[in-house]
């Protein structure tokens, strides 16, 4: 006879945090994020910890290089999305980890020939007032100028001036060359006036811009994921097909840490593909596996040997896999389960394994439940597509910034390998994702600093200062249907309708 679990599974819209004694030295800047992103043994500490307890979605509109920089310059890390060719997100990985914190390669190029209505629909289109001027218009091609705010004015010039005809030529320009640390790229901004400083190769080809901005932000950042060789660390995702080729590839690429992106983890692919992984590298390449929902789900994975597990199936954004397979489970029930299993596990073998509630998260104070239920960290993948650093192009429809966001298994991503159930898949592929807007929303610092401050403050009035300190003192309590409109603003005229519209509100 068919199973029954006996209590409804629950998302985390259904839960609130009942406040705990809070003492004077409980307060939010005393709060440290730290929570491990790879298995330990009892007493000993992880090979990875995350700074903050975020990372980024294994999807194509999401998690590229520019994400995965902007994401561990703020303490958490983003994992490349693994539905692109080999060489490709090798390729992105090895961009992150080549990065020179600082030095920015220009996304916003012009060439000699294009207009100033081309320098207007760019800085529309990037928000950079600092376009350089290659020979090809190519981000490395010959320096032959730059255009800033300074070099047109909109009101007395014709919209097809030539660049080459206003811009600031090379000969007038200070660059620096190849070899330039920051801290002297810095003195130079300094020493000139400059608000940036392009940095040339040998054969005058642009490399990078530093721009005294960034120079501080680098600073200012003390979360920082950096790795032995002060290189920010990033993710990839990998499926259970092609790991003998590809797993290869992003290790010499240099990727930190691999996660199996599947819509459904309890399975014999995943085991293999872990298998693969331990018979080439033993522990020295660390792989999660997931995702599920459950604690028979979560002891398969374990005992297969995954690094960390991931819990949640149909509770993303533009996941439809619950209507379309009718399989999944509530995200609050998901996540409250695999926990105690992963603490069974630790009581019984002294290996704790992280857990990940990945999708779901609307609110920020549902990131603060997921800690609170168990997890050791989310995935988002939402929630990030909304910022600059996403891949994706910002639109305007109807007068609204949007970003857009589209499912792995939505037919634009095309990536069925997420769905595998090994064979022969021809004439098997159904959609499980949708394509989808989601309003702009800014800076990933901007949003991500709001997101923790609001953690933060719940934790400490949990009593917390840490994410197993908030672990263990948290109490939760289920809230009804009707209680959950009295904790919105309610039987109020509101005068503004967006005033304490969260981060991560739609
Ligand atoms: P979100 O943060 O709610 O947007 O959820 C992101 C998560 O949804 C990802 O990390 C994946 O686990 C999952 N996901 C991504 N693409 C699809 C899809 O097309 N169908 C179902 N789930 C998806």
């Known amino acids: 006879m068919a199973y029954y679990f006996d209590e409804p599974s629950r998302t985390f819209n259904e839960y609130l945090l009942v406040p705990g004694y809070s003492s004077a030295q409980c307060i939010p800047a005393e709060v440290s994020l730290k929570t491990p992103l790879v298995k330990f043994k009892r007493g000993e500490e992880p090979a990875i910890s995350l700074n903050i307890p975020m990372v980024s979605a294994i999807m194509q509109a999401v998690s590229d290089d520019g994400m995965a920089i902007a994401l561990a310059t703020e303490g958490g890390l983003s994992f490349v999305y693994g539905s692109q060719t080999i060489e490709d997100q090798a390729a992105m990985v090895a961009r992150v980890k080549d990065y020179k914190a600082g030095f920015v390669t220009s996304d916003a ?110 600073k200012s950042n003390p979360n920082e994921m950096l790795d032995a060789h002060k290189r920010y660390m990033v993710g990839a995702g990998i499926n259970t097909r092609d790991y003998a080729e590809r797993v290869p590839a992003l290790v010499e690429a240099g990727a930190d840490v691999l996660c199996i992106d599947s819509s459904e983890g309890y399975s014999d692919w995943q085991k293999f593909t872990i298998e693969w992984i331990r018979e080439h590298y033993g522990d020295d390449v660390k792989v999660g596996a997931g995702n599920v929902v459950d604690a028979e789900g979560f002891r398969f994975l374990a005992d297969a040997g995954a690094d960390f597990i991931k819990v949640g199936i149909g509770g993303g954004s ?52 997921a800690l609170a239920m168990g997890s050791d960290f989310v995935m988002l993948g939402r929630y990030f597509a909304r910022f600059d650093e996403s891949p994706t192009n910002k639109v305007n429809i109807n007068g609204s910034y949007m970003k857009e966001y589209w499912g792995e298994g939505s037919a634009r991503a095309r990536n069925w390998q997420r769905y595998d159930l090994g064979g022969d898949k021809k004439g098997m592929s159904f959609e499980e994702g949708v394509d ?57 005229v509101l005068k503004d309708k967006t005033p304490y519209v969260s981060s991560s509100i739609h």
Request: charge should be negative.
């Open 318 to 369: 533009i996941c439809i896999t619950r209507e379309q397979k009718g399989i999944g489970r509530g995200q609050a029930t998901a996540t409250i389960e695999v926990a105690k299993a992963r603490d069974e596990y630790f009581e019984e073998t002294g290996v704790y394994i992280p857990i990940c509630s990945d999708g779901g998260i609307v609110y920020d104070h549902h990131l603060t439940l």
């Open 109 to 218: 190029n012009l060439s000699p020939e294009m207009t100033l209505a081309d320098v207007v629909a760019l800085k529309e289109e990037h928000g950079h007032s600092t376009m350089p001027v290659t020979a090809d218009g190519s981000a490395h091609g010959k320096l032959v100028g730059v255009v800033t705010d300074r070099d047109y004015r909109l009101s007395r010039m014709s919209m097809d001036a030539k660049v080459a005809d206003f811009m600031t030529p090379r000969e007038k320009m200070i660059v620096a060359p190849a070899d330039t640390s920051l801290k002297v790229a810095n003195d130079i901004i300094w020493d000139n006036k400059l608000n940036s400083l392009p940095v040339v190769d040998d054969d005058d080809c642009l490399m990078y811009l530093v721009f005294r901005k960034d120079y501080d932000s680098h």
């Open 436 to 492: 989808s807007y989601v309003p702009y929303a800014g800076s990933l610092k901007d949003n991500v600093d709001l997101t923790l401050s609001k953690v933060k403050s719940t934790m400490c009035n949990c009593g917390a200062l840490t994410i197993p300190e908030l672990q263990e003192k948290a109490k939760l309590t289920i809230v009804s249907s009707t209680s959950i409109v009295e904790g919105g603003a309610h039987d109020v």
